[in-house]
């Protein structure tokens, strides 16, 4: 299986569900979206929540992430890890499922490990 293949994620889970080191799906509503400068470059962070919890998309070395904003609903892939008193997926895959303003959901996933 290819390291980006879903299946290799499985189902999405609920996110109370998510175990760290354990590659995982999550599906849910973005709550928060920031910025962050730090000493080796700047982080874009997304809050994913579902009815169970919220998890941290954290995007290393990105300012920001076209489509990625309060209220998008997507399903993010990747493996959990439990840092600073919360859980985050570091560079996860993502599939937009109702970005904001679009009637039909986007089906294409994205490969968010590299800027374009």
């Known amino acids: 299986m290819a390291a980006d293949d879903p299946g ?3 189902p999405p889970a609920a996110v109370r569900d998510l175990v760290a080191r354990r590659p995982a ?3 849910g509503r973005l709550r928060d979206v920031r910025t962050l400068a730090g000493p080796h ?6 809050e994913l929540c579902d ?5 941290v998309l954290v995007f290393l070395g ?7 904003a309060p209220g998008v609903v997507l399903e993010a892939r990747g493996t959990p890890r439990a840092h600073r ?5 570091l560079n996860p895959l993502y599939e937009l499922l109702a970005p904001l303003g679009d009637a039909e959901p986007i089906r294409e996933p994205r490969d968010t490990r590299s800027d374009p």
């Open 85 to 89: 008193h919360r859980t985050e997926i």
């Open 41 to 46: 470059g700047p982080t874009f962070e997304a």
């Open 25 to 27: 799906a999550v599906r």
């Open 51 to 55: 009815a169970t919890g919220s998890v």
């Open 62 to 68: 990105r300012r920001s992430i076209p489509g990625l």
């Open 8 to 10: 290799r994620f499985g």
